[in-house]
């Protein structure tokens, strides 16, 4: 520990990823100079920010809480949907002891287990084979009776697919109704306006509770038929689905639930209309003493009734943990947008700071739309931060600048651009700083994002306001001019790593990432 290295500095680009230059990417078109100046003289690389690097689904991604848990974490941090889909993978779902003391409750006593959540292949809040797995899982294992309470969706998937989706379902659970003797059917069927909102409009969570719980909603005896006919009625498709009763036997008491939905936003209300009973969002004409009601991942940590199947993971010793674990200092800064990913994510997951660690905070501006001033705060976060590695505040500065994805967002090309030189202007003040105090910098982006702005469809112009799959940079700005090793699947997990070896700190045996340089 005699030999530790200060001042270092991590800088992380929000949504500036690397694609081909065109009129679409806007980092492409916009002037440059301290960058193209750093790439040209430093070491440099490209890492991997999305799928599977960063522990998602292949293909997926990825975004800025993921990003920086896995640059703090030093190691891939598997999220939620890869946690599911790799224990449906490897059959270790199957042993699962949440779900199984659920379905073992209600084979007991001979009740009834209802599968509940969003019936959609789209992947943002569930994925239906999720439900699939859970419902072949359940009668293997003995479940006599099996409902699914659908929630339709039209929001991830087209507005109508949600007939075509429910007819392929029923084929399965079909399928495996006639393999392991179970009466398995579907239940009901609501939008996700009705059982899926977030903004406590609880009078559409009524109706769908009420077609949960007493069965009393528009009467069907086709679920693929009750959807098609919807359709006729209303054009808006799948989200606005009127609860729907297809049997009519409801939720009784020493029941179970499994919630299947994996992203907690949306599950909430009608987790809590179904667990809470003190609850007071509207008045219930019946409250079932479930056997267990079980969600996928954690909805809410204030959550006291609810079983959890795949708990929240916090990775062990982040990078903030090793720095203030070798008594160092260290300074934490971003505008408002981006504060709690160089904090709460970075940081593993944890809210309360480390011992010596200081958060500074930038108000992020006041405006409709990003579009508006692509600069945001960047002048401040800069002038903040070139103030504290002059006063030599800290020994590690960790800073995000927000400006290509909080503007790439807004889908407007020329803003985009004018952000990412927002950004120019700000390394060419932090970067000079830290050479001058005889340090070094790791320059990275968390995921992509201004890289890609709009697709050509039919000769127009369609804005694309979404994060991409590109890879991101990094720079080893060092005078001592480190050897970069050639890693050509270098990933975000890698940071923390490299970093600690610069700074001459043994890293820990959990990170798993790879140190890029030669020592």
């Not at 599911?84 to 199957?94: C, L, P, R």
């Not at 997990?493 to 990170?511: K, N, Q, S, Y």
Request: proline fraction near 6%; hydrophobic fraction near 40%.
């Amino acid at each position: 520990m005699t030999d530790v290295r200060t001042p270092a500095l991590l800088v992380v680009m929000d949504g500036r990823g690397i694609a081909p230059a065109g009129p679409d990417n806007a980092i492409s078109l916009a002037s440059i100079p301290f960058w193209d100046s750093l790439i040209e003289k430093y070491p440099n690389t490209t890492l991997g920010a999305s799928g599977e690097d960063v522990g998602l689904p292949a293909g997926q991604m990825g975004n800025s809480e993921v990003g920086h848990l896995n640059i703090g974490a030093g190691r891939i941090v598997y999220q939620s949907l890869s946690l599911i889909n790799n224990a449906i993978k490897d059959g270790s779902i199957k042993d699962n002891p949440v779900l199984t003391r659920a379905m073992d409750a209600v084979i007991a006593d001979d009740k009834t287990l209802h599968i509940m959540g969003l019936v959609s292949p789209g992947g943002v809040h569930s994925n239906l084979v999720h439900a699939e797995a859970l419902v072949a899982m359940a009668a293997e294992r003995g479940v006599k009776r099996i409902r699914i309470d659908a929630f339709t969706d039209g929001r991830d998937v087209a507005p109508q697919s949600g007939a075509g989706i429910m007819e392929g379902f029923v084929k399965y659970l079909e399928g495996v109704a006639a393999r392991y003797n179970t009466d398995i059917a579907i239940a009901t069927i609501a939008g996700r306006y009705y059982g899926m909102d977030r903004d406590n409009r609880w009078e559409r969570e009524e109706l769908a509770y009420n077609a949960i719980v007493l069965g009393e909603g528009v009467e069907a005896s086709d679920p693929v038929e009750a959807l098609k006919s919807y359709y006729e009625e209303d054009p808006r498709g799948d989200e606005f689905v009127k609860p729907v009763v297809l049997d009519k036997g409801g939720l009784n008491d020493g029941d179970a639930i499994i919630f299947f939905n994996f992203r907690p936003d949306r599950a909430r209300e009608i987790t809590r209309a179904l667990t809470e009973p003190e609850f007071t969002g509207f008045e219930r004409k019946k409250f079932a003493n479930l056997a267990s009601f079980v969600t996928m991942t954690e909805y809410d940590p204030t959550f006291n009734h609810v079983d959890i199947a795949f708990g929240k993971i916090v990775p062990p010793h982040v990078l903030a943990d090793v720095i203030s674990d070798a008594g160092l200092t260290q300074f934490h800064t971003a505008e408002t947008e981006k504060y709690a990913h160089v904090t709460f994510f970075l940081n593993g997951g944890i809210e309360a700071p480390k011992k010596n660690e200081t958060r500074v905070l930038i108000p992020s501006p006041k405006v409709a739309t990003y579009d508006l001033q692509p600069e945001m705060s960047e002048p401040g976060v800069t002038a903040r931060l070139t103030e504290a590695i002059n006063n030599d505040e800290a020994d590690f500065y960790v800073v995000n600048y927000a400006n290509c994805d909080m503007v790439g967002h807004t889908g407007v090309v020329d803003a985009a651009r004018r952000a990412t030189e927002a950004v120019d202007h700000g390394l060419s003040k932090i970067i000079p700083a830290i050479l001058a105090k005889g340090g070094f910098a790791l320059i990275t982006a968390d995921h992509g994002n201004a890289d890609h702005m709009y697709n050509e469809v039919d000769g127009k112009k369609m804005p694309v306001t979404s994060h991409t799959t590109s890879r991101v940079p990094l720079i080893i700005v060092d005078d001592k001019q480190p050897e970069l090793l050639d890693v050509p699947d270098a990933r975000l997990c890698d940071v923390a790593p490299t970093l600690l070896a610069m700074m001459g700190i043994e890293r820990p045996a959990e990170m798993t990432g790879r140190v890029l340089i030669k020592q």
